[in-house]
């Protein structure tokens, strides 16, 4: 007869090794999860946007409302959601904006390169002006560098917000730079007028 000692001798070292590779397949997890944490609430560099409507920019600024510029990178995924958002603000806010949604076309690509789903769905957005931007040359005017990055301007060329409209990397839901926007566009006035941008860099290489 086998004894119980010997039979938990046998037993005892496959549960140790099925222990230990659960923990570790628990801790490569945890440690995946953590990454993508902060990669999707890692916020891009901020814009350095000035203060009034720049004089050499080709886009013509509201006189008689005010003026939003949405700039974009038109391969970056995280920019949907912010497209998202943008619909959002526009149907939410009192005053309708001159809008512009602004997107990047480096040299050297294709000529419909820009033209991806994100270009398409700008183009349903209500009264707004899809641009490409040649070079970054608007963007480099408008001081940006984070895909996403949003800029409002009052009817006298002045800069009331510059920030992103999603709460983290590629994730739509109501958030403090969607809600600042609205309340600028609705009430004139909200105590938030920057917020972090959440995108894929502007001028990274081109596939």
Not at 76 to 82: E, I, K, L, Q, V
Not at 186 to 206: K, N, W, Y
């Amino acid at each position: 007869m086998f004894s119980q000692r010997g039979l938990f001798r046998r037993i005892r070292p496959a549960h140790l090794w099925t222990g230990g590779l659960l923990l570790v397949w628990m801790t490569g997890i945890a440690w995946g999860l953590s990454v993508v944490w902060a990669y999707d609430n890692r916020p891009g560099t901020e814009a350095s946007a000035p203060h009034r409507w720049p004089s050499a920019t080709t886009l013509a600024s509201g006189r008689d409302r005010p003026t939003l510029v949405f700039l974009a990178h038109p391969q970056c995924t995280c920019t949907r959601a912010s497209l998202d958002e943008l619909a959002e603000i526009l149907a939410r806010a009192r005053t309708k904006p001159r809008t512009y949604v602004v997107f990047l076309k480096p040299s050297g690509v294709t000529d419909t390169w820009e033209q991806t789903d994100l270009w398409r769905r700008a183009a349903l957005l209500p009264g707004a002006s899809i641009v490409r931007d040649d070079d970054g040359a608007e963007a480099h005017r408008f001081g940006v560098e984070t895909s996403g990055q949003t800029l409002l301007y009052d009817r006298s060329g002045v800069l009331v917000f510059s920030g992103g409209i999603t709460g983290s990397r590629g994730h739509a839901g109501e958030n403090a730079g969607e809600l600042a926007l609205i309340s600028l566009l609705t009430d004139g006035r909200s105590e938030r007028r920057a917020t972090s941008v959440f995108g894929c860099p502007l001028f990274a290489d081109a596939d």
